[in-house]
Nanobody
Framework: QVQLVESGGGMVQTGGSLRLSCTVS????????MGWFRQAPGKEREFVAG??????YYAPSVKGRFTISRDNAKRTVDLQMNMLKPEDTAVYYC?????????????????WGQGTQVTVSS
């Protein structure tokens, strides 16, 4: 069965950094597209970053601060978050898709992790 497990969340002050990691099992990892989404209290889940075999994609709000990467041998996808702001506070989710139409759409992803909390204090 497919399983995605996130780790690395926590609390940090404005301007600090965190690195999230997602470990994937149960699928041919290198052939899947991966994404990070986040959801703040009272808001809908939103796209943060995505990665295919040769491209990366970022939401405008995080471009230049966050970096997504993958290690196919280790079956992991990471999200390095720098220069964090209070508005980055949310539960962050790892997701996987076989392809589909839109990399930034929640509906395009087939599997999801349980989420990890990121809190940025001012």
């Amino acid at each position: 069965q497919v399983q995605l497990v996130e780790s690395g969340g926590g609390m940090v002050q404005t301007g600090g950094s965190l690195r999230l990691s997602c470990t994937v099992s149960g699928l041919t990892f290198s052939r899947w597209h991966m994404g990070w989404f986040r959801q703040a209290p009272g808001k809908e889940r939103e796209f943060v970053a995505g990665i295919t075999w040769d491209n990366t994609y970022y939401a405008p709000s995080v471009k230049g601060r966050f970096t997504i990467s993958r290690d196919n041998a280790k079956r992991t996808v990471d999200l390095q978050m720098n220069m964090l702001k209070p508005e980055d506070t949310a539960v962050y989710y790892c997701a996987a898709r076989q392809g589909g139409t839109y990399y930034y759409a929640v509906r395009s992803y087939d599997y999801w992790g349980q989420g990890t909390q990121v809190t940025v204090s001012s």
